[in-house]
């Protein structure tokens, strides 16, 4: 069967049954959807009767955010390639206020635009008659088709065969679930805030996020981490934009439910909007954070404000943690995995010579970036050292001496008419005027010698090159790199011998 972009999924099993199904119908559902699975929740929905069938709102209730979490869980263990969103635009508490709604008893007045249009639609609905599938699938594509904007070529797919194969496996398991006792309501609150760095948006951020909005009936306020706040993380390089992280969680958030007022605030220190909002009435922590939820109802008081309730969420355990790798699902996780891979696809090179293949290395002084550039050398490569060709440009009789002494005058020649680096340093240090004029004709000089250097390389049939560059990007000189590889090092490990290098 051919793979679909985007997909929405449609559980109609009971909520208290579903957390036995989840993990081999999202399995069920990778195999059809490549990039986004939407998951809209509505537990008994019949697909069979002959009636077409109305989306209701459904009550937040414990079950619901167990379901929540154990599904998000199972996504990161099964599919872990998928951008897997549970939309609750059709939760709400009975007390919730209507507000402007066309009709209150109706969650889609009308079709909700989601940020990928699904192509197919897949459910969990199970096929008592063979003969009714046609019957069903078209219930399907319209009940679906009443809730969300999708492709005008959306396709349906029924998951029930293997459901089946399931449920003679766990009978007993699904007899003992339902028999369990009426769902028990989850308590709601006006206005919700959490914190966080939102890094790689990835499982356990979005159980963070989707139970929020399960608990906030107005408004929720989302303060991400910024600056300061970055300091001490692990891999902080690594740590996406700010303004790209923000952008993640609006878009998921608009997806999930678009009737909240959402806020997100910038995070400068460990407290930030939640002590100083008096309309906050909860706040969502992890039992990692539960000490920092109350060191945030502490300040309240000092404040003068009203505590917040502290609702605890778990932690989601990842399932392919390596023994370095916290056993949690984390962003600091994510990181370390990206390390020696290429974060995006090489450019467009068709413009370079293919031999030889050239490295940009580039990183801080004392990240590591020579030895890198070493051990790659000791494996063949040729290695171009940049620093070292930079030496080269202020040698006496060459252009770029001629220039540097035009613009910065014969005050700055030794007695041997060597160039003095310390003089030239003093006359463009603090001064950004000045030092562009420097580099303006230093780094042209630079570049020239080498794609020399490359030319030697590909005259001796060298078959890669190393460029190893502290500047390689400010310089403009990745045009001349197939690839640019960076070398980090954490701040508190950096070497101590970084300033006689620079």
């Known amino acids: ?35 986004t699975l939407y998951v809209h929740l509505h537990p008994g929905l019949n697909l069979g009767s002959g009636t077409q069938p109305r989306p209701v709102y459904l009550p937040p209730v414990v079950d619901l955010s167990t379901l929540i979490t154990r599904l998000y869980s199972n996504a990161a263990n099964v599919c872990g390639h998928l951008d897997v969103r549970v939309l609750l635009t059709n939760v709400r ?11 209150p008893n109706c969650p889609f007045p009308t079709p909700q635009s989601l940020s990928h249009s699904p192509e197919v639609v897949l459910t969990d609905f199970p096929l008592q008659d063979p003969g009714q599938s046609h019957q069903v699938t078209q219930c399907l594509l319209k009940y679906t088709g009443h809730c969300y904007v999708c492709s005008p070529k959306l396709h349906s797919v029924l998951l029930h065969p293997q459901l089946m194969q399931l449920e003679e496996k766990q009978e007993n398991n699904f007899n003992e679930a339902e028999e369990k006792t ?16 939102f890094d790689r948006l990835h499982g356990a951020h979005k159980t963070l996020l989707d139970i929020s909005c399960l608990l906030a009936n107005r408004r929720f306020i989302i303060a991400v981490c910024d600056q300061a706040m970055l300091k001490k993380k692990v891999l902080k390089d690594l740590i996406e934009p700010y303004s790209l992280r923000v952008q993640r969680i609006r878009e998921f958030l608009q997806d999930t439910k678009p009737s909240l007022q959402v806020e997100i605030v910038p995070l400068h220190d460990p407290f930030g909007v939640s002590v100083v909002d008096p309309l906050l009435q909860c706040i ?9 939820g109350e060191a945030v109802n502490k300040k309240r008081c000092e404040n003068g404000l009203s505590t917040l309730v502290l609702h605890e969420i778990q932690l989601l355990k990842d399932a392919h943690h390596t023994d370095i790798e916290e056993e949690k699902i984390s962003s600091s996780s994510l990181r370390s995995r990206l390390l020696g891979t290429l974060v995006m696809p090489p450019k467009d090179t068709s413009l370079l010579p293919p031999i030889p293949y050239v490295l940009g290395l580039t990183g801080g002084s004392g990240s590591g970036k020579s030895s890198i550039a070493r051990r790659l050398e000791a494996l063949g490569a040729v290695r171009v050292d940049c620093d070292k060709l930079g030496h080269e440009v202020y040698q006496p009789d060459t252009a770029g001496y001629r220039r540097v002494i035009e613009e910065f005058g014969s005050d700055i020649l030794n ?13 463009v240090f603090g001064n950004q005027e000045r030092l562009k004029a420097l580099t303006d004709i230093v780094w042209p000089e630079i570049a020239l010698l080498v794609k020399n250097r490359i030319g030697q390389a590909r005259d001796e049939g060298k078959r890669v090159c190393v460029l190893d560059a502290a500047v390689l990007l400010e310089a403009g000189w990745a045009d001349m790199v197939h690839e640019v590889w960076v070398s980090i090092i954490p701040e508190e490990e950096d070497s101590p011998t970084r300033e006689s290098q620079t």
């Open 1 to 35: 069967m051919a793979m679909f972009s985007t997909g929405i999924l449609v559980l109609t099993a009971p909520l208290n049954t579903l957390p036995l199904r989840i993990a081999p119908v999202l399995s069920s559902a990778a195999q059809l959807v490549e990039r």
């Open 182 to 197: 009426e769902p028990v309501p989850l308590e709601t609150y006006g206005d919700v805030v959490v914190g966080g760095t």
């Open 93 to 103: 508490a009975q007390s919730a206020s209507s507000g402007g709604l066309l009709n």
């Open 284 to 292: 969502v922590v992890s039992e990692e954070t539960r000490k920092g």
């Open 415 to 427: 007695e041997d008419k060597t160039i003095n680096r310390r003089t030239l340093g003093r006359k």
